[in-house]
């Protein structure tokens, strides 16, 4: 199947799951359980959502705590949470993104077909028509909404661009110095003019740009300090965690300053890094997802042979793979474009050190 039908697809069937969720997400607790059946009816769209989405129905079974209560036309046992029913959600948001993501032209050509044989559609006509209900109990809940709390969610155009097929890789480059007229500024502009090459997502966190806060505050030190997950995080650390989540592949680049990063970035980790994301997590906190490749790339003013020979490269590369991306990325390696301070020695070399780097991070992802 075409990639950018399969697109296409996505996007529009993305944007009415999110129509959907965020209409569940806007309803109040007071609204959830009433004769008018809000939880009810999330449920009702998550189900045969899921449902609609198994290529082979028979056998169908949805995930714990749900039932078959809906092919039995019964209510279910007990009246799901909306927490409940917004996990369900992402299941089968993930579940429609990866069918639509790996649909080869056989599945494409295909039937979907229930077990009584009373509905028999085309694989992609099943899409569509799981689509329109989706549609329909979005509109329907956000009627509910406007008839009791006159306020819902906006429109939804499409599916987050950040959250497209899976074939379209997320690089998420935390970037750190002050100067444009910096020869890191220069190796940054060549990374990513190699990264526009190819057809991949890049998102940067150009940390001094962004005039991101590096220093811990003494409200987050009473979070970090006592693990007290309970305690809110700062919304620029959200967002943060939020280009994590996404992110396939991330990428450090930055100067080496006293034999480490920047400060700024060394306050990333330390603020970005909560308690309960990236470490010390519990049942309650939402744990940082495994990324699959890291990479750190720093330049610095030493060649290379000489932070070997002091083991200042051993010992950069031990705090920067061992501790810092550690166990929370699969695969990772580090960079050290040394020798700077004779740089028309070096910079050729490092310039196709970065092409092949981009080549290795092509060839993981396949
Ligand atoms: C504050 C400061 C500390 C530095 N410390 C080191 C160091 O410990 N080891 C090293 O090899 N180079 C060190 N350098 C040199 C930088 O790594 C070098 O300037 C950088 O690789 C390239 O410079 P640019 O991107 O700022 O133009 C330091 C530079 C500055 C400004």
Redesign the pocket.
Same mark, same amino acid.
Do not use: D, Q, R
């Given at each position: 199947m075409d990639h950018s039908l399969k697109e296409i697809l996505w996007r529009q069937f993305g944007g009415s799951i999110d129509m959907l969720k965020n209409a569940i997400e806007f309803c109040p607790e007071s609204l959830w359980d009433t004769e008018q059946q809000f939880g009810y009816n999330a449920f009702h769209c998550a189900f045969f959502l899921d449902y609609y989405l198994t290529l082979d129905p028979r056998g169908f079974t949805p995930p714990a705590p749900f039932s078959l209560s809906e092919f039995e036309d019964r209510m279910p046992e007990r009246v799901y949470t909306k927490k409940e029913v917004l996990t369900y959600l992402e299941f089968c948001r993930e579940k429609c993104r990866n069918l639509i993501a790996t649909m080869t032209d056989e599945i494409y050509r295909s039937n979907w077909e229930n077990e009584s044989g009373t509905m028999r559609y085309n694989v992609v006509e099943i899409l569509l028509y799981n689509m329109r209900h989706v549609q329909h109990h979005a509109a329907q809940l956000n009627l509910l909404l406007r008839q009791n709390i006159d306020n819902a969610p906006k429109w939804v155009r499409e599916a987050k661009k950040q959250t497209l097929l899976i074939s379209i890789m997320n690089i998420l480059l935390v970037y750190s110095?002050p100067?444009k007229?910096?020869?890191?500024?220069q #190796?940054l502009e060549h990374l990513k003019s190699k990264i526009s090459k190819q057809n991949w997502n890049l998102e940067i966190s150009d940390l001094y740009d962004m005039n991101f806060q590096s220093d811990m505050s003494k409200e987050e030190y009473e979070r970090e300090g006592f693990a007290k997950t309970e305690l809110p995080i700062s919304n620029d650390v959200l967002d943060e965690h939020d280009k994590i989540e996404k992110a396939d592949c991330i990428i450090f680049l930055y100067? #080496?300053?006293?034999?480490d990063c920047p400060a700024k970035l060394k306050g990333w980790f330390d603020r970005v890094y909560s308690v309960g994301y990236a470490y010390g997590q519990n049942d309650t906190s939402q744990k940082m997802k495994i990324i699959p490749f890291g990479l750190v790339i720093?330049?610095?003013?030493?060649p290379n042979e000489f932070?070997s020979e002091i083991n200042?490269a051993q010992s950069m590369e031990t705090i920067m793979l061992e501790d810092r991306l550690g166990k929370r990325f699969e695969n990772k390696e580090m960079l050290i474009?040394?020798g700077?301070?004779e740089l028309e020695k070096v910079m050729e070399y490092h310039m196709k050190q970065i092409e092949e780097v981009v080549q290795k991070i092509k060839d993981y992802f396949g």
């Open positions: 110095h100067s007229k910096s020869y890191t500024f #190796v100067p #080496v300053w006293w034999s720093c330049t610095a003013g030493h932070l200042m474009l040394g700077t301070l």
